[in-house]
């Protein structure tokens, strides 16, 4: 079975820094897929941004961007100029994709504050 | 977003009592999972459905079952609701041939 850890559960940063979030996976697979998701004080799951194994190259969205370590099963998650919006709870994911049915597994996630 | 709703968005509820929340989505996704979300512990998957009438069990299954009758809908239904069912719900789904999944807004559940 997968799992999935996230060692800071909580964070804060001042507004227009930068802040790193980890995540570390275990995993016997060698196909899968990572994501990284928000949900603010609203409740709602939002997806940032999901990384696939094969690709070596980093994924980015906008301020977001990971740091995958395929032989290090690490996926860290940058905020570069952080927003007061971007405060939230932020759980990695892991997906293997070798089954049919794509089930998540998820990290106990990061409260991440950003302070005006 | 996939469009999907859950109802009710809160519920209050005694011990012993059955319960039923719905998920709904309105994007034809075949596969629909329903996730409990708990302080310390993340998201964790109680049950999945794969299409109509396909259901599975996830890693927290004890306690609780579903049924799909159409593609749109998935029940989640806590035969007698205990304490330790207290959480909030989530429902996604997701399209056949892809792998990211779609959340629906959770139900907040309290069981007294």
């Known amino acids: 079975a997968q799992t999935v850890t996230q060692s800071q559960p909580e964070m804060s940063v001042q507004e227009a820094e930068t802040v790193t979030l980890s995540c570390t996976y275990d995993?016997?697979?060698?196909?899968?897929?990572l994501f990284w998701y928000k949900q603010p004080p609203s409740r709602q799951m939002i997806l940032v941004i999901r990384?696939?194994?094969?690709?070596?190259q980093n994924a980015t969205e906008n301020r977001f961007s990971v740091n995958f370590q395929k032989a290090a099963k690490s996926f860290s998650l940058k905020i570069s100029d952080s927003q007061l919006g971007d405060t939230a709870m932020y759980f990695c994911?892991?997906?293997?994709?070798?089954?049919?049915?794509?089930?998540?597994?998820f990290g106990k996630g990061t409260l991440l504050t950003v302070n005006p | 977003d996939a469009g999907i709703t859950q109802s009710p968005r809160h519920k209050v509820t005694e011990t012993g009592t059955p319960v039923t929340l719905r998920c709904h989505q309105t994007?034809?996704?075949?596969?629909m999972y329903w996730y409990r979300q708990d302080p310390g512990h993340g998201l964790r998957l109680i049950h999945y459905?794969?299409?109509?009438?396909?259901?599975d069990k996830g890693e927290v299954s004890d306690g609780y079952s579903v049924s799909r009758s159409k593609t749109e809908d998935f029940l989640l239904t806590l035969e007698s609701a205990t304490s330790s069912q207290t959480s909030v719900y989530f429902c996604?789904?997701?399209?056949?041939?892809?792998?990211?999944?779609?959340f629906g807004p959770g139900t907040r559940l309290t069981v007294l």
């Open positions: 994911a892991f997906l293997n994709s070798g089954g049919s049915n794509y089930k998540l597994t």
């Open positions: 990384q696939e194994a094969y690709k070596q």
């Open positions: 994007e034809n996704h075949r596969y």
């Open positions: 995993t016997s697979e060698s196909n899968y897929y």
């Open positions: 996604a789904s997701r399209v056949s041939g892809t792998d990211t999944q779609y």
């Open positions: 459905s794969y299409g109509v009438k396909d259901t």
